[in-house]
């Protein structure tokens, strides 16, 4: 599905207004927020896909992680989760499966959290992931409507996993090439969310399918700026380059720049940073808004982290590069 296919489908059913729902699909957050009190409120995701690695374990740790880090994206803590699986059992053997939910099983309790029940279907194909359940402090979550100009642009993974995993599936490159994109998508964005909150930011999401345009138009629509990248800032997999060269776009990206056609400046970025600011991520790292006077901060304090750019005034698109 494209950026806003699911927005779009909810469309024409009739709204149900709560004022304990405080975060909903209007502007394409992370997960939504329901309140319970002032101070506490329950923030919730689901989120599934077919393998994109071979080994069942990996596979199972690293959808967990992407399901999870909807929950980091607004500044939740994770609580529990409900594990959703179809898998064939005509083709491959149950310990393939007991493989894939152990990755998960391991990755949720890394998180701090549990995971309660689930639900399973026989399938054609292999597929996992979790519904999430965290909660959040309301006046002090994250979410896509709260960017103010000024901010810093804080990417917290590389980019360029859509490119690495496909060129891993089609056998051009090897699993040792792969290796720092695996490590990154099997690891948790719990330190980014925790030091967002500490550092005073308000504005965050995880940069996954939709890819870093996408997801970055979503920030920018919500709370009526502009996006602008330095395309030379921006963190990329070592060996992404090389798999973009050999042809291993993954299918979702062409969707991705039909959705972002009039929505993005690009200026002098080349063909591989067109195809890199809208390759599909999984579980990639957070974009956030940091205030200026504590981004610094935020840096020395999330490994990996690049400032990439900055919040400005609306102008005629809603995502520039340069």
Not at 123 to 142: N, S, W, Y
Not at 220 to 248: N, Y
Request: hydrophobic share 45%; charged share 20%; proline share 6%.
């Amino acid at each position: 599905m494209g950026p806003g296919d699911l927005v779009k489908a909810l469309a024409p059913l009739p709204t149900r207004i709560d004022p304990r729902i405080i975060v909903g699909p209007e502007t394409f957050d992370d997960a939504g927020v329901f309140r319970l009190s002032d101070d506490l409120a329950l923030v919730q995701t689901v989120d599934f896909f077919a393998p994109i690695v071979d080994d069942p374990y990996e596979f199972g740790q690293i959808a967990a992680a992407n399901a999870l880090s909807d929950v980091y994206a607004m500044g939740g803590e994770p609580l529990t989760a409900l594990a959703i699986v179809g898998f064939p059992t005509e083709k491959l053997p149950l310990e393939v499966l007991t493989e894939i939910l152990r990755g998960g099983h391991d990755k949720v309790h890394e998180a701090g959290a549990s995971i309660v029940g689930g639900h399973s279907v026989i399938d054609e194909e292999p597929k996992f992931g979790l519904a999430v359940t965290g909660r959040i402090d309301p006046r002090r979550m994250l979410t896509n409507a709260a960017g103010v100009v000024g901010d810093v642009l804080v990417l917290t993974k590389p980019l360029g996993t859509g490119f690495v995993t496909t060129a891993l599936k089609r056998g051009l490159i090897s699993r040792d090439a792969g290796n720092d994109a695996l490590t990154s998508m099997r690891r948790l964005n719990d330190t980014a969310s925790r030091a967002a909150l500490e550092c005073g930011a308000r504005c965050a999401t995880d940069v996954t399918g939709f890819g870093l345009a996408g997801h970055a138009s979503h920030i920018a629509r919500a709370s009526g700026v502009t996006l602008r990248f330095d395309l030379r800032s921006i963190p990329v997999f070592a060996t992404a380059h090389d798999a973009w060269r050999a042809g291993a776009s993954p299918g979702g990206a062409e969707r991705n720049l039909e959705y972002l056609a009039e929505l993005v400046a690009w200026a002098r970025a080349t063909p591989f940073e067109r195809a890199l600011a809208v390759d599909p991520q999984t579980s990639g790292g957070l974009l956030v808004a940091v205030p200026h006077e504590r981004a610094g901060e935020y840096l020395s304090r999330v490994p990996d982290a690049a400032a990439v750019g900055e919040i400005v005034s609306r102008g005629d698109r809603l995502i520039a590069f340069a």
